[in-house]
Every structure is written in structure tokens, then in C-alpha cells.
T-cell receptor, first 113, second 114 residues
């Protein structure tokens, strides 16, 4: 059973607001990821982190930013939310080395009105 | 640029039947091919995975078939059950990138009818 948590699960917010999506894992994993899931299901990598103080952009361009100050915590921030940011955001983590399994959190469904 | 192509987009199977989902990839550097299962309101969960050094892997009712020369792999669900109704994603990753992030297929919605 994976121990990776995301809050909030659902968020409806107005345009221009600043939001932070929280992601925490208790498995001590070095690598963490943020994926954006389209309404049509496909997942796209938007951010990843190798470890503390290491973050990089993913394949899909995103106006969001991330930070990794603690191993277990990988929050995603939108400084000014727009309707185009409406989506499902999924956080995942994995161990380093040869074990590739990624454990996903339950996701945050964001709606920007 | 879609590096992993998945089909079909949706699939309806009768209980007890075989569900088959196919994926094709382009990047020959991919060396890990997992399948994820996602139920509504949940994050994806690893179902089964394969490396390119084997042509088939079986875990219970779930089997991955892998064809390296054709750059294709597929998921077979034997004796499909209504509880298997979910969205299935194939994925691939490469150690070359260092980050081990997954490139996902577009997903297949499976419905198993009782």
C-alpha cells in the first residue's frame, strides 16, 4: 500500500487566485513527480525532482512551480490561476536505483472559474 | 509528439472473456514498460511491468506480451471480471533520461459486462 497523500482532493477557485497543491509521501523516496491528467485521460509530466533542492520541468510546459525543501514534501504552486489550469493533478514518487515503480497519490481535481 | 500510442480507446468485454490492449512505442531507448490501472477518483496503480529482455510476463490473470523488433507490447486480461472495469495505461521509461519519469499512452477504458 503506497503512502502518498495529496490535498486538497477537490478545489474550485476563481481566476487570479494563488493556489498550492500539497503532496507528501512517507516512504522516503528520493524521486517525486507531478503529472497533469487531461479530461481525455492522458497523463503528462510537468515537474520532477531527484531529491531535496532538485527540481526540473517536465515534458509538458506548465505555468506552475514546485519546491523540494524536504524529502517527503513536494508542493505545486500556481501564482495566478486561470481556467486553462483546470485539470487533474497527480503526484507520484519512486525510489532511486533500479526499482522503477512509481506510486501515485489520489490526485487533486482543480477547477478554475 | 506521442511516443507511446495506445489502442483501443475503449473496450467492452463480457465477463469471462479476454481483454486485449495494445501499445506501440517509438523511442528505442525505452527499457521499462509498465501497465497501470486507474479506478475513478483514484491515482493510477502499477499492475504489471516488463523489461525488453523477455517476451512475456504473467501475473495471475494479467499477461504482458512484448515484441521488441516491432516495438509493440500488449496487455491481456484473461477471464475478465466486472471488477476489472477501469482505465488502463501503458507506459514506458528510459534510464537514459536519468529521471525515470513515465511516458504514458492515452489510456483505454475497459468495461466488463456481467
Amino acid at each position: 500500500e503506497a503512502d502518498i497523500y495529496q490535498t486538497p482532493r477537490y478545489l474550485v477557485i476563481g481566476t487570479g487566485k494563488k493556489i498550492t497543491l500539497e503532496c507528501s509521501q512517507t516512504m522516503g523516496h528520493d524521486k517525486m513527480y507531478w503529472y497533469q491528467q487531461d479530461p481525455g485521460m492522458e497523463l503528462h509530466l510537468i515537474h520532477y525532482s531527484y531529491g531535496v533542492n532538485s527540481t526540473e520541468k517536465g515534458d509538458l510546459s506548465s505555468e506552475s512551480t514546485v519546491s523540494r525543501i524536504r524529502t517527503e514534501h513536494f508542493p505545486l504552486t500556481l501564482e495566478s490561476a486561470r481556467p486553462s489550469h483546470t485539470s487533474q493533478y497527480l503526484c507520484a514518487s519512486s525510489e532511486s536505483g533500479q526499482l522503477y515503480e512509481q506510486y501515485f497519490g489520489p490526485g487533486t481535481r482543480l477547477t478554475v472559474t | 509528439q506521442q511516443q507511446v500510442k495506445q489502442s483501443p480507446q475503449s473496450l467492452i468485454v463480457q465477463k469471462g472473456g479476454i481483454s486485449i490492449i495494445n501499445c506501440a512505442y517509438e523511442n528505442t531507448a525505452f527499457d521499462y514498460f509498465p501497465w497501470y490501472q486507474q479506478f475513478p477518483g483514484k491515482g493510477p496503480a502499477l499492475l504489471i511491468a516488463i523489461r525488453p529482455d523477455v517476451s512475456e510476463k504473467k501475473e495471475g490473470r494479467f499477461t504482458i506480451s512484448f515484441n521488441k523488433s516491432a516495438k509493440q507490447f500488449s496487455l491481456h486480461i484473461m477471464d475478465s471480471q466486472p471488477g476489472d472495469s477501469a482505465t488502463y495505461f501503458c507506459a514506458a521509461s528510459s534510464l537514459d533520461t536519468g529521471r525515470r519519469a513515465l511516458t504514458f499512452g492515452s489510456g483505454t477504458r475497459l468495461q466488463v459486462q456481467p
